[in-house]
């Protein structure tokens, strides 16, 4: 016979498994559901993400050419003055306006006004640097900033703008002309005065007959403009070697040199000097590197002896950089090893001997 309480420990027991059972149930439930949620709420996060990376890049940048717009400028044009006035770096803006471009609206209708809008700024940026910004100003107008580039070479660089425009073709528009105006950064001058000269300059371009390119020389608020510079290097186009990169870096050493040439004729502090040197030899050691392997893949024969020249051109330069960290830099050889070794000697002599055998072997890739 089974009394009532032995039966009732059982059925208590059970009891008690069952609400620790359907409490867990719960809890395991309430944690698969914050669980979902949390999972809803990450998506949800990297969505938000996603749309705020696509509407910051729509704000810094044209729809219509792909250059930045006036707010990317504004936020970058005062850090790249304080750059340029930190390392007494030239700095120059260039102002391009396309030529008659109402009359393509009027005649053909904005869709093709776009196109050709959109062709001009294809057909800037292969002429335009790495370093170079190209920034849709507003209607047919656009500004460059170029970084590390004396007004003589902002002049040039807007010169092979205008002819890359000309050369251009637009099915349904006259071959492209351009005006431009070009100014260099003067210390002391707000952004604001700095785009008013290059303005002005373009305006006379466009008076004088358009297809221009005019430069602003006037003197800075403090009139602190950098007399001409008896040794700066200008590059010509005659000094091109057909390969884009090649050109690219080879115009980049020439205002780079010319950067540390004005840093040493102005007498700047040694350690001026010493960061344009420092800057120019780790742009001439990517310079090397990218060349040889070009020199590589198009198995140029004489590749041995290049490599060997730009081994004494970068041991020359370190041992002038340690001379210059040292305090004994002899400034005769620097500028010396920057006319005569670097530029004369080697990017408009030495180099030259591989620029048809270059392009003969890498053909089209080479104007890529």
Do not use: C
């Given at each position: 016979?089974?009394?009532?309480?032995?039966?009732?420990?059982?059925?208590?027991?059970?009891?008690?498994?069952?609400?620790?059972?359907?409490?867990?149930?719960?809890?395991?439930?309430?944690?698969?559901?914050?669980?979902?949620?949390?999972?809803?709420?990450?998506?949800?996060?990297?969505?938000?993400?996603?749309?705020?990376?696509?509407?910051?890049?729509?704000?810094?940048?044209?729809?219509?050419?792909?250059?930045?717009?006036?707010?990317?400028?504004?936020?970058?044009?005062?850090?790249?003055?304080?750059?340029?006035?930190?390392?007494?770096?030239?700095?120059?803006?260039?102002?391009?306006?396309?030529?008659?471009?109402?009359?393509?609206?009027?005649?053909?209708?904005?869709?093709?006004?776009?196109?050709?809008?959109?062709?001009?700024?294809?057909?800037?940026?292969?002429?335009?640097?790495?370093?170079?910004?190209?920034?849709?100003?507003?209607?047919?107008?656009?500004?460059?900033?170029?970084?590390?580039?004396?007004?003589?070479?902002?002049?040039?660089?807007?010169?092979?703008?205008?002819?890359?425009?000309?050369?251009?073709?637009?099915?349904?528009?006259?071959?492209?002309?351009?005006?431009?105006?070009?100014?260099?950064?003067?210390?002391?001058?707000?952004?604001?005065?700095?785009?008013?000269?290059?303005?002005?300059?373009?305006?006379?371009a466009k008076t004088e007959g358009r297809n221009r390119v005019m430069a602003s020389r006037n003197e800075g608020p403090s009139g602190n403009q950098r007399g001409p510079n008896l040794l700066e290097l200008v590059?010509?186009?005659?000094?091109?070697?057909?390969?884009?990169?090649?050109?690219?870096?080879?115009?980049?050493?020439?205002?780079?040199?010319?950067?540390?040439?004005?840093?040493?004729?102005?007498?700047?502090?040694?350690?001026?000097?010493?960061?344009?040197?420092?800057?120019?030899?780790?742009?001439?050691?990517?310079?090397?590197?990218?060349?040889?392997?070009?020199?590589?893949?198009?198995?140029?024969?004489?590749?041995?002896?290049?490599?060997?020249?730009?081994?004494?051109?970068?041991?020359?330069?370190?041992?002038?950089?340690?001379?210059?960290?040292?305090?004994?830099?002899?400034?005769?050889?620097?500028?010396?090893?920057?006319?005569?070794?670097?530029?004369?000697?080697?990017?408009?002599?030495?180099?030259?001997?591989?620029?048809?055998?270059?392009?003969?072997?890498?053909?089209?890739?080479?104007?890529?």
């Amino acid at each position: 016979m089974i009394t009532p309480g032995v039966l009732a420990l059982p059925i208590l027991s059970a009891g008690i498994a069952a609400i620790a059972f359907l409490g867990w149930w719960r809890a395991a439930a309430r944690s698969r559901a914050l669980g979902h949620l949390a999972a809803d709420l990450s998506l949800e996060i990297d969505r938000l993400r996603e749309d705020l990376s696509r509407m910051e890049e729509t704000a810094s940048f044209d729809r219509l050419t792909g250059a930045w717009n006036r707010r990317r400028f504004d936020e970058a044009v005062a850090s790249e003055m304080g750059l340029a006035r930190r390392r007494r770096a030239p700095l120059s803006l260039i102002m391009l306006d396309l030529d008659h471009f109402k009359r393509i609206n009027d005649a053909y209708g904005h869709p093709v006004g776009d196109t050709v809008l959109a062709g001009a700024a294809a057909a800037f940026r292969p002429v335009l640097r790495t370093s170079d910004a190209l920034i849709r100003w507003g209607g047919e107008e656009f500004l460059v900033l170029a970084p590390a580039t004396t007004l003589e070479g902002a002049i040039s660089l807007a010169e092979r703008l205008r002819s890359a425009l000309e050369a251009a073709p637009f099915p349904n528009a006259a071959p492209m002309t351009l005006s431009a105006g070009v100014a260099e950064y003067l210390d002391g001058e707000s952004p604001e005065a700095w785009v008013a000269r290059a303005d002005q300059a373009l305006y006379r371009a466009k008076t004088e007959g358009r297809n221009r390119v005019m430069a602003s020389r006037n003197e800075g608020p403090s009139g602190n403009q950098r007399g001409p510079n008896l040794l700066e290097l200008v590059w010509e186009e005659a000094y091109g070697s057909g390969h884009r990169l090649i050109d690219e870096q080879h115009i980049l050493l020439f205002d780079l040199s010319n950067a540390l040439l004005s840093a040493l004729l102005e007498g700047q502090p040694p350690a001026v000097v010493e960061s344009h040197l420092d800057t120019l030899l780790h742009h001439a050691e990517k310079h090397f590197r990218d060349e040889e392997a070009l020199l590589r893949k198009a198995a140029y024969p004489d590749l041995p002896e290049h490599h060997a020249e730009h081994a004494r051109l970068l041991a020359s330069a370190h041992r002038l950089q340690a001379e210059l960290k040292a305090g004994r830099i002899d400034f005769g050889r620097l500028v010396t090893y920057l006319a005569t070794d670097l530029v004369k000697g080697h990017l408009l002599t030495e180099d030259r001997h591989y620029f048809t055998h270059l392009n003969a072997s890498l053909g089209q890739e080479s104007r890529a």
